[in-house]
């Protein structure tokens, strides 16, 4: 399938996605805005069904599958926990069973929200791409259809909110996003594009899962040999070809910032708006605070893509004391 997405793809996934769930909402927040120097609009993708971004990739494709494949025995995939609440929500929703492997020792939280929604875990690795690995060998063993995290109809569905932010909020300068295997940043890429405006886009990932940050300063896929990070939604480190590819070509660069950067924006989430966001939702904050300078008195977006952390990381993240800037 091709992924030359234009306008089109992208309002025929909101049609999906609308019918199911209600845009999310953007928010210009001052004390963020104060805290960095910048105009922060804040698109909440921590407000959706399953809590992050990934719900409109899953319910796109999954009203696609049914439909190419009626038949379909069911689905497999492999996750951290949002993209596998988003296959298991939808899944469920169109009568199709949904296989998800994840690494041990995941979010106790996410594996719960993916078995309420209706998914069948199976944990197999010490991280996400062993997992993956197997959930390939898996769909091959049992027929199951194989869903990977990065595909033209995932891209569309969760442009959609990419769609969304810029017809409300035309004029931004930037707009960061995080980075996992790339869908959320290509579809801003692509309802940018769509819709013709000229809005500088950065990627973020943890210094500790840096394969995509490698792979712009190479121009080439590169893999990392772990992908060590509290963020597991950024906690990728073998990258997608593709994904590579278009991100090289669309994006303005990719910020890597480290763990206690990200703790520090998930406080500041919290202290600034009362909102939760997990390390991922929260690292586009953590590279704009790095960024200031750079954007200070811009009209600057942030992807809040997800909110879903466990009680106790959470709690424990909130007690720690920011250090002193120098």
């Keep these: 399938m091709s992924f030359n997405l234009g306008l089109a793809d992208l309002e025929s996934a909101a049609e999906v996605v609308h019918s199911i769930m209600s845009p999310t909402p953007q928010h210009n927040w001052p004390l963020l805005s104060e805290r960095t120097g910048a105009d922060v609009w804040v698109k909440h993708e921590n407000h959706t069904p399953i809590g992050a971004f990934k719900v409109r990739g899953g319910l796109v494709y999954m009203q696609d599958l049914a439909k190419r494949e009626p038949n379909c025995p069911g689905v497999i995939t492999a996750t951290r926990g949002n993209h596998g609440q988003s296959v298991a929500l939808a899944a469920t929703r169109v009568g199709i069973k949904s296989t998800i492997l994840l690494p041990r020792g995941n979010s106790v939280e996410k594996n719960a929200a993916m078995r309420a929604f209706g998914g069948d875990l199976v944990e197999h690795g010490d991280d996400f791409q062993e997992a993956y690995e197997r959930a390939h060998q898996m769909a091959g063993e049992s027929g199951l259809h194989m869903l990977d995290s990065f595909h033209p109809l995932l891209i569309s569905g969760v442009g959609t909110y990419g769609l969304e932010f810029f017809r409300a909020c035309p004029d931004l300068d930037a707009v960061f996003v ?87 924006a998930m406080r500041a989430y919290f202290t600034d708006t009362h909102n939760i966001a997990e390390g991922a939702g929260a690292a586009p904050l953590a590279a704009l605070i790095k960024m200031r300078q750079e954007l200070a008195g811009k009209k600057v977006g942030l992807i809040l893509s997800g909110g879903n952390v466990d009680r106790d990381v959470y709690q424990a993240i909130l007690q720690e004391v920011d250090e002193p800037e120098s």
Excluded at 190 to 211: F, M, P, Q
Excluded at 213 to 234: H, Y
Aim: hydrophobic share 40%; proline share 6%; glycine share 12%.
């Design 178 to 264: 995080p980075v996992g295997l790339g869908s959320g940043i290509c579809g801003v890429m692509t309802a940018r594009d769509a819709l013709g405006l000229k809005t500088k886009i950065y990627g973020v990932v943890s210094e500790n899962a840096a394969a995509y940050a490698l792979s712009f300063e190479q121009g080439k896929p590169v893999s990392t040999n772990s992908a060590n990070t509290m963020a597991d939604g950024m906690a990728c480190r073998v990258p997608v070809a593709p994904a590579v590819e278009m991100i090289n070509k669309g994006a303005e660069g990719i910020v890597q910032v480290s763990d206690p950067e990200i703790k520090s």
